[in-house]
Nanobody
């Protein structure tokens, strides 16, 4: 079993920053990619960013380029998402996920998901 646990969500004013973390543990399989997605009620899940675990290649949604940074700490088995200049419309639950597909931006290609961490941005 693989466990992904997100943390770091909270309430912040528009223009502010948050850093999300995702600790993963459990049964090992080849971690190719880890990613961040977000979803609000009655909205579809949206890709945010992904990182290839070994090569450190990254991919971002156009809406977050230049403001968000995905990174990972391999020895700690932890994934991060630094979010700057947050917008009110980015109020969502943010999920980390693990995939065996290289840098996929498609949620269906991710095998394991965390429980999510809530991010709220006030105006």
């Amino acid at each position: 079993q693989v466990h992904l646990v997100e943390s770091g969500g909270g309430l912040v004013q528009a223009g502010g920053s948050l850093r999300l973390s995702c600790a993963h543990s459990g049964r090992r399989f080849s971690t190719t990619t880890m990613g961040w997605f977000r979803q609000a009620p009655v909205k579809e899940r949206e890709f945010v960013a992904a990182i290839s675990w070994i090569l450190y290649n990254t991919v971002y949604a156009d809406s977050v380029k230049g403001r968000f940074t995905i990174s990972r700490d391999s020895p700690k088995n932890t994934l991060y998402l630094q979010m700057n200049d947050l917008k009110v419309r980015e109020t969502d639950v943010y999920y980390c996920a693990k995939s065996r597909v290289t840098l996929s931006i498609v949620g269906a290609r991710y095998d394991y998901w965390g429980q999510g961490t809530k991010v709220a941005i006030s105006s």
